[in-house]
């Protein structure tokens, strides 16, 4: 059964630096693409960050690149995002997703993956 299960949301001031998890199983961790989306209240989910299967390549929305680093451990089944900088804008649930595509494939679809977690709330105060 494939799980994934976020961690590391919260509430932080503007400017500040959250780390968020992703513990993977249930699925051959090395094999697939992972992906952060998020949803703020009224939108969309869509995607915010991805990195292929190795690590090697990873890809990122205009509106937070610069500020989020997606970076991944195969050997630990584990995904991760860094997040500095933050703004109000940031504010939403965060998801963790899974994906045998490539990374450029997941990301250019922006909305849809395989797999996903529960998310985790990233609430920014001004």
């Known amino acids: 059964q494939v799980q994934l299960a976020e961690s590391g949301g919260g509430l932080v001031q503007a400017g500040g630096s959250l780390k968020l998890s992703c513990a993977a199983s249930?699925?051959?961790?090395?094999?697939?693409?992972m992906g952060w989306f998020r949803q703020a209240p009224g939108k969309e989910r869509a995607i915010v960050a991805a990195i292929n299967w190795s690590g090697g390549t990873t890809y990122y929305s205009d509106s937070v690149k610069g500020r989020f680093t997606i970076s991944r451990d195969n050997a630990g089944n584990m995904v991760y995002l860094q997040i500095n900088s933050l703004k109000v804008e940031d504010t939403a649930v965060y998801y963790c997703?899974?994906?045998?595509?490539?990374?450029?494939?997941?990301?250019?679809?922006?909305?849809?993956?395989?797999?996903w977690g529960r998310g985790t709330q990233v609430t920014v105060s001004a």
């Open positions: 997703a899974a994906d045998p595509r490539s990374a450029r494939a997941l990301y250019s679809d922006g909305v849809s993956s395989e797999y």
């Open positions: 249930g699925f051959i961790f090395n094999s697939y693409t």
